[in-house]
């Protein structure tokens, strides 16, 4: 259904036509029967499920982040790592990711449904957390960031609360953009959010290689939460072997951030058990009481290379 409405805002779109509900009443004696009648029929359907009412789809250029993603992340390892790794000098010299960027400022939240503005969101996030790299590639002296966390506005601005872009004609940080989807207005959040929002870092989960849309957003974060939990290197290890009820380590991120997923489940592993490899499930359901859990070193270290080519 959100397939067809998104052709139907579209249409709708380019010929300029804003349609009410009450629609219905305009056909009364012009012949039912009539072949433009059946389509106005599907139209008034829809037209209770778009959100707020809003017909027109939001100008975000999907399709060149769809394209910049699929050139530009490639499955590799980094630092003994199995991860996905960021070309950051490819996205910097794309034109199809500056086209995504500059489309960010145009959208309008107010007229997007929940699962819009959870793929759009994501989408704006780790696209700026790329433009932060590509932005401030170098240290002093020409030397490039290991880190995204080299960024920083002096002492008291981490990257995390530096102006990271313009959605929608506000600056947004990488922290605001967090925020809003952990805690968004008038629902709850989804933690599996976490799976899905990449901070340029070897630990963090891998960067999906495609844009997350709307119409397949559950799909797709329920698919970045599996394959977070079967790398066994950053994502999920168990170790049935550790007596007497086995170990399970896990990513930090599930320990930063246990709050969100407890606000849905009575426990991290409760939530987390429907979503691990099926050869893990049944151990860690069987002893998820008793299980030793720890959890994998950070590393902060970038998912690919900084494109710093400054010259002293």
Known sequence: LELVLIALRISLCIIGIEIHMQLCSCVVGHGLDRPWFHLLAVVVAVLPHVPNGRMCVQNVALEAWDRALSKHVTKGVRENVHTNVVDYWGFRDDPDFDTFVASLESVNLTAMGPNEIQALLMNAYNALTIKMVIDHP?????????????????????????????????????????????????????????????CASISCPNLRPEAFRSSIVDMQMKQQMMDMLNNTEKGLALDRDVRPNGAVKLSNIFKWYAGDFEKLSPSVLDFLVSLVPEGDKNFIINHKSQIRVSYFDYNWNLNGDAPCDCVM
């Open 138 to 198: 170098c240290k002093s002296k020409c030397q490039p960031i290991s880190s995204i966390r080299d960024i920083s506005n002096g002492p008291l601005v981490t990257v995390w609360k530096m102006p990271a872009g313009n959605i929608g004609g506000k600056t947004y940080s990488l922290d605001a953009i967090e925020t809003q989807l952990r805690n968004p207005a008038h629902r709850s959040g989804d933690p599996r959010l976490h799976s899905c929002i990449v």
